[in-house]
């Protein structure tokens, strides 16, 4: 009989915390990509499909812009880079010295928070966790940002045709990033 109740209790933390997410209210978005993804050659498509993906969340092309600039905010991966990818974690080290190497500091970035692999695949019910984690870490400036739209998220992936591989569809679906992501500042060293 207890598992029946936990069963339930699980339900319903699963649907509350799904109401919390869809019924937000949302703000209009503006949209600037530091790159294209051309490191295989794939930028004009990668860029296309980047424009495709901003129609499904309603992102009006004209608020859709890239851009190779060094004096904007920038938002990167963590040391561990959400997945351990080497990509990932690559580009968070370039970002580090970009910010080490440039005296005037007048560049701010951002770094999503990686978590622990039973949060990055519990979906919705991480909401709760990372709004718990950003209020316990309020000497640092870190944000907790919910994704009003999370069934948009697949459809807007969907549009990256040349990376929409099944595991991707699966982590989409399934991960916590679709339906919360921590921000915080890197400081610079």
């Not at 799904?18 to 993804?37: E, M, W």
């Not at 495709?52 to 963590?78: G, M, N, R, S």
Request: proline share 3%.
């Amino acid at each position: 009989m207890a598992w029946v109740l936990i069963v339930a209790s699980l339900v319903v933390l699963w649907v509350a915390s799904l109401c919390k997410i869809l019924y937000t209210s949302s703000s209009p978005s503006r949209n600037s990509f530091l790159t294209t993804g051309d490191a295989d050659g794939k930028g004009n498509i990668r860029e296309e499909e980047l424009y495709q993906a901003c129609a499904i969340l309603k992102v009006p092309h004209q608020q859709v812009k890239t851009l190779d600039h060094p004096e904007l905010q920038i938002i990167t991966f963590d040391r561990y880079g959400v997945s351990g990818h080497c990509n990932h974690r690559d580009v968070h080290y370039g970002v580090r010295k970009l910010l080490r190497d440039t005296p005037q500091g007048n560049i701010e970035a951002w770094e999503l928070v990686s978590t622990n692999i039973l949060r990055k695949y519990i979906g919705p019910v991480d909401i709760w966790f990372s709004i718990l984690d950003a209020m316990q870490h309020s000497g640092e400036v870190m944000h907790c940002l919910l994704n009003e739209h999370p069934q948009k998220s697949f459809l807007a992936m969907a549009q990256h045709s040349s990376q929409w591989v099944w595991f991707r569809k699966l982590f989409v679906a399934f991960s916590s990033y679709t339906y919360a992501n921590m921000l915080r500042r890197i400081e610079c060293m």
